[in-house]
């Protein structure tokens, strides 16, 4: 089931991305940004109070707490720079870049995780690279 749910943000993504550029062509990005933060605020806890998963505030520990909040600090800050780069630049061009993220996230979860990477994740790596490069040259 985690591969819908995996597709299913994949597609958003890109959507997210199309609409934004539609939407924030006379519009300061921070201020687009900060809209787009809002809805998303609005949708989430509207997600938590309709699954009843509010009842597990009272057991996040403090170590938790520190590491969503700095995950909140990095999503927004990302979010401010992937907005001012689409606005500026294009987006076929942008996204790309955008996703060498995938390749900096495993390279971080083995080495703050010790998480092993299969010869086939490194080809994976490397080719996203070599993808990225490609479609932005």
Partial sequence: MWGVFAVLSAL???LTTILAKAGISNVNSN???AI???VVLVMAWGMVFLTGAQNG????????WL????????TGASWLC?????????VSRV???????VVITVVLAFVIFRETVSVK???GCVLIGAGTLLMVL
């Fill in 121 to 123: 994740a490194v080809v």
């Fill in 95 to 101: 996204a790309p870049i955008d996703k060498l993220s």
């Fill in 31 to 33: 201020l687009a940004t």
């Fill in 67 to 74: 590491f969503l909040i700095l995950s909140g600090l990095a």
């Fill in 57 to 64: 505030l009272p057991q996040i520990d403090r170590k938790s």
């Fill in 82 to 90: 992937y907005y001012r780069a689409i606005q500026m630049g294009e």
């Fill in 36 to 38: 787009r933060t809002a």
């Fill in 12 to 14: 958003f993504a890109a």
